[in-house]
């Protein structure tokens, strides 16, 4: 199976995308009701991001629209895309949806997850020809920069799930933003992975677990590869998986059954496999060619995405987000 993305692939995941974004129904909404007055749709909660089944994955298949637009912006899907950039992201649907932030119930809504893929959108988003959708959405990144900068010196200890709560994958992503537009939320960035994640070592992956869609062990590798210098990420790793030249831990290297793809929390075990492709490739990009770490890296990203990539547009349990995992692992750097 090819493991780079194409623009064959490219054509496929935007049509799953755009057959998802916009359809309300059904929906899992993360939505605190403080009286009757707050039982309303989706689609008045959030007028951009209603579809998808949940807020979150429908910002991160915009995310991916984005970036596949960026990469094949000539592919058949490429007016579509624009089309509903254009009807979606406009500055008045972006208001409202800036405006759902500043209820008192939704201090935690979506954190830190959503926070993080809504930055990694604007930061997509920003220079892409053809409209001013990033300008749109500039306030609400910054709305959610600035909570992500509250939040982090007041929390104490990482979240290390392999579920939405995990710290490091917010941290990973979050820095595609902060890195050209935030210099000092960058380094706070920077700061709180080291402190989080400084002292780890010796990495016994106890997973996975039976719901996760990311890996604990790698998406921490992966934050601190994005935050740490090169010539401290090195030595970091050596210290937390010391034994990947050996293969061990050996769960990291084999993927994950998924023995039923219609249940929406079994079925997030397609996107631990795609997941830790993406974190293997980009882990693999740090190793010389005949490092024995490099060639079970790029073994392990093949194994893990034929695993679970052929499943990416099954049932609507997987198929409202799994793409957008899908294109991390495809468009990683090559290993």
Request: hydrophobic letters at 45%; glycine letters at 8%.
């Amino acid at each position: 199976m090819r493991d780079g993305l194409e623009e064959e692939m490219a054509r496929r995941l935007a049509a799953i995308a755009l057959g998802h974004v916009r359809r309300e129904w059904p929906n899992k909404p993360d939505h605190v009701l403080g009286g009757e007055e707050d039982l309303r749709p989706p689609r008045t909660l959030h007028p951009v991001f209603y579809g998808s089944f949940d807020w979150h994955s429908c910002v991160h298949a915009y995310w991916m629209l984005a970036r596949l637009l960026r990469r094949f912006p000539a592919m058949a899907p490429a007016p579509a895309i624009r089309a509903l950039f254009d009807a979606q992201l406009t500055p008045e649907k972006v208001a409202a949806e800036r405006a759902y932030l500043d209820r008192p119930l939704s201090r935690g809504f979506e954190r830190p997850y959503g926070w993080a893929w809504l930055l990694r959108l604007a930061a997509e988003l920003d220079g892409l020809e053809g409209g001013g959708w990033a300008a749109a959405l500039e306030p609400l990144a910054r709305a959610f920069a600035e909570r992500l900068r509250d939040f982090l010196p007041r929390a104490d200890y990482p979240v290390r799930a392999g579920t939405h709560g995990n710290t490091a994958f917010a941290l990973a992503l979050a820095a595609d933003w902060a890195a050209g537009r935030d210099p000092a939320l960058f380094a706070l960035l920077g700061e709180k992975a080291l402190s989080w994640y400084g002292e780890d070592a010796d990495c016994q992956a106890w997973e996975p677990g039976g719901e996760d869609f990311l890996s604990p062990a790698l998406i921490e590798a992966e934050c601190m590869r994005r935050l740490l210098p090169a010539a401290e990420f090195a030595p970091w790793l050596g210290r937390f998986l010391p034994r990947l030249a050996l293969g061990e831990p050996a769960t990291l290297f084999r993927p994950a059954r998924v023995s039923d793809r219609t249940d929406g929390r079994i079925v997030h075990l397609d996107g631990l496999n795609l997941s830790r492709a993406w974190c293997w490739r980009a882990l693999a990009t740090g190793w010389e060619a005949e490092d024995p770490r490099r060639r079970r890296a790029e073994a392990a990203a093949a194994a893990h995405l034929a695993a679970s990539l052929p499943h990416v547009g099954g049932d609507y349990m997987g198929a409202h987000w799994l793409g957008s995992f899908a294109l991390l692992a495809l468009d990683a750097p090559p290993a």
